[in-house]
């Protein structure tokens, strides 16, 4: 357990001072964090009203934190560029993170192509009915991409950091809490960069 929690631990460190220097983009993720935790409540009632809570609010506003207000110049605070901060990251990169947000936005077009999706659904009656299926595939999207990428962390880093890096996925709506719900007010203060003043491993 003292591996995991600290391969975990290192992880989230790493996502924060690397990925998180944006005010308006800590801001977004803690909406996104909220709106997750709306997203977990449903899993238990509406599986697929979950995931579209999921994707439509809680991964377009985390994504669009990252795409649109992280800078992507030479990083002083780690002494980092961009191009090697996407080349070690543990999780999504940009790049991944395209193909992921593709898949998710082919999904309703491949639903209206194909409206039994290939047998699996009877055709939708109504708005209501689509927005439900289309509420199932984007639920497999998002399984299918977090398992996705712990068997290739299996592979390229091995089983702990497959499993943490899992884990930490899971629990980042509940830490992202913890770690920017001051960020809207500091952006109201007019602060758009984060200063990273405290380098301690939150």
Not at 19 to 30: K, V
Not at 165 to 194: C, M, N, Q, V
Request: aromatic residues 12%; without cysteine; glycine residues 6%.
């Amino acid at each position: 357990m003292s591996a995991f929690s600290e391969t975990l631990r290192i992880q989230r460190w790493d996502d924060h001072r690397y990925y998180h220097h944006s005010r308006i983009n800590q801001s977004l993720h803690f909406l996104s964090a909220m709106s997750f935790l709306v997203a977990y409540a449903l899993l238990f009632i509406d599986p697929p009203a979950a995931a579209l809570v999921a994707w439509l609010v809680s991964m377009t506003s985390r994504q669009a934190g990252h795409f649109f207000f992280e800078p992507r110049g030479y990083d002083h605070v780690n002494q980092a560029t961009h191009e090697h901060k996407e080349e070690i990251k543990v999780g999504y990169n940009l790049r991944r993170k395209i193909v992921l947000m593709a898949i998710w936005a082919a999904a309703p077009l491949l639903l209206l192509a194909e409206p039994t999706l290939f047998g699996l659904f009877a055709p939708a009656k109504g708005l209501n009915d689509f927005a439900h299926q289309v509420g199932w595939m984007w639920l497999a999207v998002g399984v299918g991409g977090l398992v996705f990428r712990v068997l290739q962390l299996f592979v390229l880093q091995g089983l702990m950091a497959g499993i943490a890096w899992g884990s930490k996925i899971l629990t980042d709506p509940f830490h992202d809490i913890k770690l920017y719900h001051r960020a809207p007010l500091a952006l109201l203060r007019g602060e758009l960069i984060d200063p990273m003043h405290a380098r301690h491993q939150d």
